[in-house]
């Protein structure tokens, strides 16, 4: 017999979408997104969806709450652009006033989850950890580049605002795509939710690799300047 995934042990990609209904339509909402979740789970990477209760508000309306877990960002994301959900998003306009959505998976955002407005004020690891992890990222990024800008010339005749504009794109672009992915899969026994207490071994082998890395890169350095 094959054994079922263990789901508490999924590091999910996830969508929280929340939709604004009006309590009329409450029953063709259900319909519709019913037929919105089939479309998820025929999607390759479905974990699974979560359903909250509506939130009764004012002026006749509900709020619903889903959340959506893919097993990793690329699957997520196929959902999210494919044909068929924009297909069946256009049917719902009729019953749903609007809606909007917060993915979880990479890029500014996606460095460190957080949530405000509830018990769990964040999903993320503690500030001093989401601190020296982008420090961590970003050194290197900056002091490349600008060795490589300096050493080939680049943007030398250009203005201050402009050469800062394409420095700040060139760095923002590496490190949300490439050396933040890196560092926190990397980090990630060390970087767990601020609310989820991890082991003493785990704290120290986190700060003390991160801060000796820190070390490292400023010797390294120094001796190439």
Request: proline share 4%; net charge neutral.
């Amino acid at each position: 017999m094959e054994a079922l995934p263990d789901h508490n042990n999924i590091r999910y990609s996830s969508v929280v979408v929340e939709y604004i209904v009006p309590k009329q339509k409450s029953w063709a909402f259900r319909g519709w997104h019913a037929q919105l979740i089939r479309s998820a789970r025929d999607s390759s990477g479905f974990v699974r969806v979560d359903r909250h209760r509506p939130l009764n508000c004012k002026d006749g309306v509900l709020k619903w709450y889903w959340v959506v877990h893919f097993d990793q960002p690329e699957h997520l994301n196929q959902w999210l652009a494919s044909k068929e959900r924009e297909a069946i998003l256009q049917q719902g306009r009729d019953i749903f006033e609007s809606y909007r959505f917060k993915s979880f998976t990479t890029g500014l955002e996606g460095w460190f989850s957080r949530r405000s407005g509830t018990e769990m004020d964040s999903l993320g690891p503690a500030a001093w950890k989401q601190i020296l992890s982008v420090v961590l990222a970003l050194y290197p990024v900056i002091m490349v580049q600008d060795r490589i800008f300096e050493y080939f010339g680049i943007m030398e005749d250009w203005s201050m605002a402009s050469a800062m504009w394409v420095n700040l794109m060139i760095t923002s672009s590496i490190l949300t795509f490439v050396v933040m992915p890196f560092v926190v899969r990397v980090l990630d026994f060390w970087l767990q939710p601020a609310h989820q207490e991890i082991s003493v071994r785990a704290e120290v082998l986190g700060t003390s690799s991160t801060l000796l890395a820190m070390g490292a890169m400023v010797l390294l350095f120094n001796i190439l300047a």
